[in-house]
C-alpha cells in the first residue's frame, strides 16, 4: 500500500472536470484508491465522490494507493495532479 | 451496457447532457426526449415507446424523469411499464453523471445506483 499527501495547486481545485478526469485516470488501474479531506474518505473511482471532497485550490490531499499496479496508479495520479489537470493554471 | 433515456420537459434533458459531456470530456450515448407544452400526449407516447424499444435490443434500459407527476414523467411511466423498464424521476446532474459512470450495470441495479446519485448530491452545507 502506497500513502502520500499531495497538494492541488490548480487554481480552480478539485471542480467537475478534474475531478472527472481523476476518476477516469483512477479507474485505468486495478489498485483501489482512497482519498481524504477534512475527515472525508472517498473512492477515487466514484466521481460523485470525488467532487464531494468539494476540495478548493491549496488542499492537502492524502492518498492511498493499493493493488498489484499502485505504484504506476499512484505515479499517474500525482503526474494529474501536479500537471494540474492540464489546465494552464 | 444499460440504454438511458432522458425524458424531461422541453430542452431540460439536453442542457443536462451536453453539461455532463463537458464534465466527463466525451460523448455519452443516450437518448433524450423532450416534451414541449403544447405536445400531443399520444404522439409523444409513441415517441417514447420507439426509444424504449431501441434501448431494449441492447442491455436493457433505464429512464430519467425530472418531475414526478408531470406529463413527461407519467407518458415515461406509461411507456416503461409495459416493458418493465425503471423510471427514477427528479433528474439531476449527479444522478446522471453516477448513471453514466455505471452504465456497465443491469437496468434494475442501475436504477438504485440512480437514485444513491441523486440524493448524494443534495447537500445542506
Known sequence: MIRRSIKLTNRLGLHARAASKLVQTASEFKAEVWLEHNARRINAKSIMGVLMLAAPCGTELSMEVDGPDEGEASEALVRLIEGRFGEGE | ?125
Not at chain 2, 406529463?71 to 453523471?97: C, D, W
Open chain 2, 1 to 125: 451496457m444499460t440504454g438511458i433515456v432522458l425524458v424531461t420537459h422541453s430542452g431540460l434533458g439536453e442542457s443536462l447532457r451536453h453539461q455532463a459531456e463537458v464534465i466527463l470530456g466525451k460523448m455519452v450515448p443516450m437518448t433524450t426526449v423532450s416534451i414541449s407544452y403544447g405536445a400531443d400526449p399520444d404522439l409523444a407516447l409513441d415517441e417514447l415507446i420507439a426509444s424504449l424499444g431501441m434501448g431494449q435490443d441492447s442491455g436493457g434500459v433505464v429512464v430519467l424523469t425530472d418531475l414526478p407527476g408531470a406529463t413527461p414523467h407519467n407518458l415515461a411511466q406509461k411507456a416503461a411499464e409495459a416493458r418493465g423498464v425503471p423510471v427514477i424521476s427528479g433528474v439531476n446532474l449527479p444522478m446522471l453523471l453516477k448513471v453514466i459512470n455505471h452504465a456497465d450495470k443491469p437496468p434494475n441495479e442501475l436504477a438504485a445506483v440512480a437514485s444513491l446519485g441523486g440524493h448524494q448530491g443534495i447537500l445542506n452545507s
